[in-house]
Every structure is written in C-alpha cells, then in structure tokens.
C-alpha cells in the first residue's frame, strides 16, 4: 500500500486513532512518518523504565566530551544522567537540549508540547529590590544558557518592573 | 502516631464505590508533575533548598481556596511504620515514602492532604499533584486537580520550557506532567484468559498497566492500573479523552467476559466463587496474597448477583484494611508475618460476619 501522505513510498507503518468519533487509519511511509517524530522501529515497551534507561544508554553519543559537558545550574552531566535516568536540574534541559530533544522523540514520539501553556506569575512588587536581583540572576543565566524566549520574557518583566 | 482520622475525609472516600462503573473501577487517579523554577531537582538538591521548597510550597497551599482544609504529613519526620501506612492508603507514592531501598526518605518529604486530593513534596519531583475518585471518574478527577494546578501554579513560578512543556526529572514525564490512571478488577477476562490481548491492545493504543501499587508493583487479586505511557505531543485533553474511550471498550469486554463465563461454565464458576466466599468468612490464617485473591473472587460474585447483601464498599474497605502496616495500626503494636496472617483472618472474618449479620 502507497504512503497516504507523499502518495509515492510503499506504507511502512499503520497510524491508528480511535476517539469518539471512531477509529480512523493513516499509512505512512518510513520517511512521512520520520517527519511527524513517529519511530519505525520501536515496538512499544513492556517496561517503560529500562527500556527508557536502555534508549538513553544507545542515544547518548560515547565521545567523553558530551559526556562530561556540566549543566552550569546544578553540576550535574550527561554520565550523571546516564546513569541515573533522572536530571538534576529544569536548567539541565537547556544545556543538554539537543539530546534530550531526540531522546524525547524517542521516548514520546514527539519532542513538542501540545498541552497546557504556562505564565509563571510575577513576582511580588512589595519584594521590589530583591525581586529584580533574582530577575536579574535569572536573565543572565537564561542568556547563558542560551534559553533565548525565556531571556526575552525575564528582560520584559525586568522592565514592567524598573 | 499517625492519625488518620484527621484526614479530611480520613482519606479513604476514593473507597466508597460512588462512581461509575464503581464494581469493575475502584478508583480513578491522576497526577501532575511540577517543579520549581531555580532550584535542583529533589534527587540532587541540598537538604536546605528542600525544606526552602517545602516552604514556599507550603504558603502557596495554605492560601488556595481548593485545598482550604488539609492537613499537611512531614513525611521525613515519620517511623517507617506510618510512612507505610500511608503508602498503603495509596496518599503517597513508595519513593516519597522511603520504601524504595534506593531512595530513602529525604529530609524535606512531605503530603498536603485535601479533600480526594494530595500534594506531595519533595518526591522524584518537587511537587507531585494527585486526585483521586471512587470509580470511573476520569473528567472529575481532571477538573479538580487542574483546579489545584492553577491555584498553585500562579503562587509558585513552576520550571517550564515553551517546546518542551512542564520540565521534569525523568524526561518521560515532561510535557504534561501528567499521569492519568483507573484502577481495574478485570477477573473475566483473566478467567477466559482474553486478558493478555487486552494488555498488548492497551500497548498499541500507547497506554500501559501496572499492579495495585503503581509503578513495578506486581498485578494481585486481577487488579490492573490502566494509565497513559507518554506524556508530550498530546494535550491533556487528548490523552483524557483517548483513556476514556479505550476504557470504556475494556470494561464492555469484561462485562462480556463474565457473560461468557456464566453462560459456558455456571456451576464451576458459581462453586470456584462460593468456595472463594467460605475461606474468608472462616480461616484462621490469611496471607495478603491469598486474601486478594479469594476477595478477587467474591468481588466477582457480587458483580455476578451470586452473592447478595455484600457491599463493594466493605470489599473495597478489605483491600485497603488487611494490608500489613493497616493491621498494625490497628492493633497498636507490630506483627510479624505469621501474626499478621492470624489478625488478617480475623478481621476479614469480623467484617464478612458483620455484613451477614445485617443483611441476614
């Protein structure tokens, strides 16, 4: 059977969504499906965790370098993860983002939240000095960091706030 | 020691067989994963940015409207024996309990306990959001613990990316944070052993199952936690509703299952079910497994019309009441395995008894 997307790849996956309006069918090709984060070749896991664990030990690359790259926030490093499935810290995901961005897809199928939308609240204006030293804390490690939409936003509270 | 009486609804009113289809579901249950933005995750924090945590957390309950009565549990200040009682009761999870041999309890882990809603502290996450209802309530549960969630999320900053979604410490949480989960009596199915396809269709539909007690526990007396595996890529919405409708194809199977069994094999069925009813009503000696297992089975019976006058409210009071730590407490004092077995029985025996006793 014909990829349904690209019409010219023979199907290598079926797609099946069932919801209350009933259960409906896609037949993608390998690469069709590559482009929507869905992988070909993993069969859903018995034991989410090892398997989890497994799919984080084949995904890191094994070069020393990446390994013992430290998230500046909370020391941790891709070994520590590694061995431990857990990150240390919400900075860790900025500073191993692009492999956590494939173990995501990996893990999930998709590296992209469709869920809620979050506003962290401003911080209280009475706290007034101190609340702009921590704002101020914060863009300069979001900027290191490189978490760019994050800096762009603490820069705008900094200046509601100033 | 721990009194749980003080709960405000003694934390037991998800046992109350209110809700739907509340003789095949005994409890719906979901959870949310939230951290704090600017400090280490529990696993690899300082004991001091914890109980900063637990203190900010705590202001931040203390003034929301959804949680205005609670009482909150330092879990690190408890005997193993609590932090187990109240494991048992399904309020906390192993890890924040201790109970894990690779996570003992942390200095800084603790439970707001609401009404049919908990806050844990400190655990794999730092918050740990959960609902819980009696039966199959998937759209209350949602609509109550997203209460909470914006309650506390617009008083506390929680960690969050605009790609990734509510950042996590195990990457297969991100995104949503959320856990949606039933708790399911499918002994139908495993009696026509329909149950393993079944499970690999849940697998398929990108949903997995777990025993009574979560995440690695073993599956006893045919109870399956149905819940979804993943976490990014779907709203909340999404994965709610997917739930909703596969689950509703699972307990139509078992109601065909058990159709099938009382229709192909009646008297074996209806004999295996009153023998199930005869032990517990008169042994002398009940090992946990054992006492799921019959109790499996009279829960079956009463699904059946086969045995009448017993409520799912006293079978679901037996599952939570004949576990170890629970008798204990009971009894003021710790039991070993074997005086616990002797207790077991005779608490199930006064139980059963009593319920006869009323309804002749």
């Given at each position: 059977m014909l990829c349904d997307n690209c019409k010219e790849r023979d199907s290598v996956v079926t797609l099946t969504r069932s919801d209350a309006q009933g259960v409906t069918e896609l037949h993608l090709c390998e690469k069709c499906a590559a482009e929507r984060g869905i992988e070909t070749q993993l069969t859903a896991p018995k034991q989410p965790l090892t398997d989890f664990i497994l799919a984080v030990q084949k995904q890191l690359p094994t070069t020393t370098v990446m390994?013992?790259?430290?998230c500046s926030f909370c020391?941790?490093?891709l070994r520590d993860f590694k061995n431990t499935g857990r990150l240390g810290c919400s900075y860790c995901y900025a500073a191993f983002e692009s492999s956590l961005r494939d173990l995501l897809r990996r893990v999930h199928g998709h590296s992209r939240h469709q869920g809620k939308r979050y506003q962290p609240p401003l911080p209280r204006v009475a706290e007034g000095a101190t609340v702009l030293a921590e704002l101020r804390d914060r863009l300069r490690r979001a900027i290191e960091q490189e978490q760019f939409e994050e800096a762009a936003r603490l820069r705008d509270q900094i200046k509601v706030l100033e | 020691m721990l009194d749980l009486s003080l709960l405000p609804d003694g934390g037991v009113s998800w046992l109350d067989a209110s809700g739907e289809h509340a003789g095949i579901v005994l409890s719906t249950r979901i959870?949310?994963?939230r951290n704090l933005e600017g400090f280490a995750f529990p696993g690899r924090a300082r004991d001091g940015e914890r109980l900063r945590v637990l203190s900010l957390v705590r202001e931040a309950v203390d003034s929301s409207p959804s949680m205005e009565s609670h009482l909150l549990v330092r879990v690190d200040d408890l005997?193993?024996?609590?932090r187990l009682l109240l494991h048992e009761r399904h309020l906390v999870s192993k890890e924040l309990a201790g109970l894990d041999q690779q996570h003992p309890v942390r200095s800084g882990a603790a439970v707001f306990l609401g009404d049919g809603m908990g806050v844990m502290v400190n655990e794999e996450d730092h918050l740990r959001l959960q609902a819980l209802r009696s039966g199959f309530a998937l759209a209350e549960a949602f609509a109550a613990i997203e209460r909470v969630d914006e309650e506390l999320g617009a008083r506390v900053p929680f960690a969050y990316h605009p790609e990734f979604g509510f950042l996590t410490s195990c990457p297969t949480n991100t995104g949503t944070g959320m856990r949606a989960s039933v708790l399911i009596h499918l002994p139908g199915l495993?009696?026509?052993?329909?149950?393993?396809k079944t499970l690999n269709g849940l697998q398929q539909m990108g949903l997995t199952y777990r025993g009574l007690y979560g995440e690695g526990s073993e599956v006893v007396g045919n109870f399956f936690q149905i819940s979804n595996q993943t976490t990014l890529g779907r709203s909340e919405e999404e994965i709610i509703d997917q739930l909703m409708y596969v689950l509703r194809t699972v307990i139509s199977r078992e109601e065909d299952a058990r159709r099938v069994l009382l229709r192909d094999a009646g008297y074996?069925?209806?004999d295996k079910l009153w023998r199930a009813y005869g032990t517990l009503r008169y042994a002398r000696s009940l090992s946990f497994d054992e006492a799921m297992n019959y109790l499996s089975g009279v829960r079956l019976a009463v699904g059946l019309k086969l045995i009448s006058g017993l409520s799912v409210y006293t079978l679901n009071k037996l599952l939570i009441f004949s576990q170890s730590a629970h008798l204990a407490h009971a009894e003021g004092r710790p039991l070993?395995?074997?005086?616990?077995?002797?207790v077991r029985a005779r608490y199930v025996r006064q139980l059963l008894a009593d319920e006869a006793g009323l309804n002749g």
């Open positions: 390994e013992s790259s430290r020391s941790s490093t | 959870r949310l994963a005997p193993p024996e609590d495993v009696l026509t052993k329909e149950i393993g074996i069925i209806e070993t395995e074997s005086e616990a077995n002797l």
